[in-house]
């Protein structure tokens, strides 16, 4: 009991958090199933997200952001660390203890394409969760569906078509509208705009926004586009080879980054003004893999400004102004 007591104490302010979130991948087994090789995707991230917020995690490709915001919604089994979601410890919940807690958090897949039934039509795919999940009474499901698809952008003839009658952002708008038909309190968006044209994108990041302000909604935005994640985050948390290397607030994160890899990805954002010549910060070398990360810090093989302490000894974690927490020894100086 006082443990459980400690635990809602402690996150009160918080509808998420995460402490040394850990999952791997086994490469290798023997025959009796021991591991003997594993692939670390997310290795030790930890942060908090308070209720009504966007944090916007960036970093890329292949940095294991995806695999955090499954293994967060407990779609993978984590190896390692704490997930508290709204007061309550998650972590070792089994499938069938999670079915409930299932409503309250959701995910906006990244294909809009693939993430949909092919066979289903639009009325369907948005009524059986309704129906799963009892949020309304059997005899008002259409009526709740079709006042939902209104939200989302959605013209009320597009309940009895199929997805594949849909240009790519209508379908993520059907993805959306999915998503928040059983009412969640948090949203992973996994790349939501990245298989979109630029047009698209910003209608439904616009959307996205109207959303969160009208149902209260907590986003946990995942992308590598960070001029998206700039317009629609709270916060940014930067992550490299699974590990978050920075974390803060959006105004302190964009007007003084700290860590280097978070300054040339800074770097790569393209001006609108041709006669302004960037300052490119350019990475050498390919990403390390992370079934052998490197000694010390993760990033020291590609750092321009890394020093022999940079091989060897682990940068540790930490706040080095309010709110604003990053890993690397170069900041120390």
Same mark, same amino acid.
């Given at each position: 009991?006082?443990?459980?007591?400690?635990i809602?104490?402690?996150?009160?302010?918080?509808?998420?958090e995460v402490?040394?979130l850990r999952k791997?991948f086994?490469?290798?087994?023997?025959i009796?199933?021991?591991?003997?090789?594993e692939l670390?995707?997310?290795d030790?991230v930890s942060?908090?997200?308070?209720?009504?917020?966007?944090?916007?995690?960036?970093g890329?490709s292949?940095c294991?952001?995806t695999?955090?915001?499954?293994t967060?919604?407990? /779609?993978? %089994?984590?190896?390692?660390?704490r997930?508290v =979601?709204?007061?309550? $410890?998650i972590?070792?919940? !089994?499938?069938?203890?999670?079915?409930e807690?299932?409503r309250?958090?959701?995910i906006?897949?990244q294909d809009?394409?693939s993430?949909l039934p092919?066979r289903?039509?639009?009325?369907g795919?948005?009524?059986e969760?309704?129906s799963v999940?009892k949020i309304?009474p059997?005899?008002?499901?259409?009526?709740?569906?079709?006042e939902?698809?209104?939200?989302?952008?959605l013209?009320?003839?597009y309940?009895e078509?199929?997805?594949?009658?849909f240009?790519?952002?209508?379908?993520q708008?059907?993805c959306?509208?999915?998503?928040?038909?059983?009412?969640?309190?948090?949203v992973v968006c996994?790349?939501?705009v990245?298989a979109l044209?630029?047009?698209?994108q910003?209608?439904?990041?616009?959307?996205?926004?109207k /959303?969160? %302000?009208?149902?209260?909604?907590t986003y946990? =935005?995942?992308?590598h $586009?960070?001029s998206?994640? !700039?317009?629609?985050?709270?916060?940014?948390?930067v992550m490299?080879?699974g590990?978050?290397?920075?974390?803060g607030?959006?105004?302190?994160?964009?007007?003084?980054?700290l860590h280097?890899?978070?300054k040339?990805?800074?770097?790569a954002i393209?001006?609108?003004?041709?006669?302004?010549k960037m300052?490119?910060?350019?990475?050498k070398?390919d990403i390390?893999?992370?079934a052998n990360?490197?000694?010390g810090?993760?990033f020291?093989?590609r750092?321009?400004?890394?020093k022999p302490?940079c091989s060897?000894?682990?940068?540790?974690?930490?706040?080095h102004?309010?709110?604003?927490?990053?890993a690397?020894?170069?900041?120390e100086?």
């Open positions: 009991m006082a443990k459980e007591n400690e809602n104490k402690s996150t009160s302010e918080y509808i998420l402490e040394n791997c086994p490469l290798k087994k023997t009796t199933g021991k591991v003997t090789s670390v995707a997310v030790g942060f908090k997200l308070k209720a009504g917020e966007t944090l916007g995690i960036v890329e292949g294991g952001k695999t955090m915001g499954r967060i919604l407990k /779609l993978h %089994q984590p190896n390692g660390g997930i =979601f709204d007061g309550k $410890d972590t070792d919940l !089994k499938p069938s203890q999670m079915r807690l299932r309250q958090m959701q906006i897949f809009p394409y993430s092919p289903s039509t639009v009325g795919i948005l009524s969760p309704v999940h309304v059997k005899e008002q499901i259409k009526d709740y569906v079709l939902l698809m209104d939200k989302c952008g013209r009320d003839y309940y078509r199929y997805p594949h009658e240009s790519g952002g209508q379908r708008r059907i959306i509208a999915r998503a928040l038909s059983v009412n969640p309190k948090l996994d790349e939501p990245s044209d630029v047009s698209i910003a209608q439904i990041i616009n959307l996205l926004k /959303l969160q %302000q009208d149902m209260n909604l946990l =935005f995942i992308s $586009d960070l998206v994640v !700039k317009f629609i985050s709270d916060k940014i948390g490299y080879l590990q978050i290397v920075e974390y607030d959006k105004k302190d994160i964009f007007s003084k980054p280097p890899y978070t040339a990805l800074f770097s393209p001006y609108p003004d041709p006669a302004v300052n490119r910060i350019v990475l070398g390390p893999s992370p990360p490197p000694k810090c993760r020291h093989t750092c321009p400004y890394a302490i060897e000894v682990t940068p540790e974690y930490k706040e102004e309010k709110g604003h927490f990053a690397c020894h170069l900041i100086e």
